[in-house]
């Protein structure tokens, strides 16, 4: 009796362990959520930045509106109000009108909660800034001119 109770413990330990590798392996250290905004630069970088310090009241610690990203302090009542960090980036297009790349990382955290930021940031931005403007359309092509016509009697005037 007293074998059985060991093999079980070592069973459970074993159990306990690969489920804490899998936990560690299952989220790879770069997840994270993107989505491409219409909105432009501007107007994306400051509904993000109003969502996360206003709406979520999150604390900002670290910001450069040049190079597009800012760090924050993410509190989630699913861990115990354990604090952890997170951050947008703002990734622009070399094309002017190009949407702009928004990339939001809570690397501690499970990436359902980076998924609800990027759903609350679209939504956020579509109530202040209405639908997303249309990218302009590129101008039509030049038309490419007929092929040159030799005529009916080009042939004639060979002979």
């Known amino acids: ?3 059985s109770r060991v093999r ?7 159990v306990g362990v690969v489920a804490v590798g899998w936990l560690a392996v299952s989220r790879p250290a770069e997840a994270r959520s993107t989505f491409d905004s219409a909105y432009g630069f ?3 970088y400051n509904a993000a930045l109003r969502l996360v310090r206003l709406d979520l009241g999150l604390k900002v610690t670290e ?7 800012f760090v924050f302090d993410y509190r989630s009542t699913d861990s115990g109000n354990k604090i952890s960090t997170g951050s947008i980036e703002f990734v622009r297009s070399p094309e002017a009108e190009a ?14 909660h980076e998924q609800v930021l990027v759903d609350s940031l679209i939504r956020k931005m579509h109530q202040d800034y209405g639908d997303p403007p249309e990218r302009p359309k590129p101008p039509p092509a030049a038309p490419t ?3 040159v016509d030799a005529g009916v009697d080009a042939s004639d005037d060979a002979e």
Request: charged share 25%; proline share 16%.
């Open 63 to 69: 910001k450069d509106d040049k190079s597009g990203y």
């Open 42 to 44: 501007d107007r994306t």
């Open 99 to 112: 949407p702009v790349r928004v990339v939001v990382q809570l690397p501690q955290m499970p990436r359902y």
């Open 1 to 3: 009796m007293g074998l």
């Open 145 to 147: 001119p007929p092929p």
């Open 8 to 14: 079980r413990a070592v069973c459970g330990s074993l």
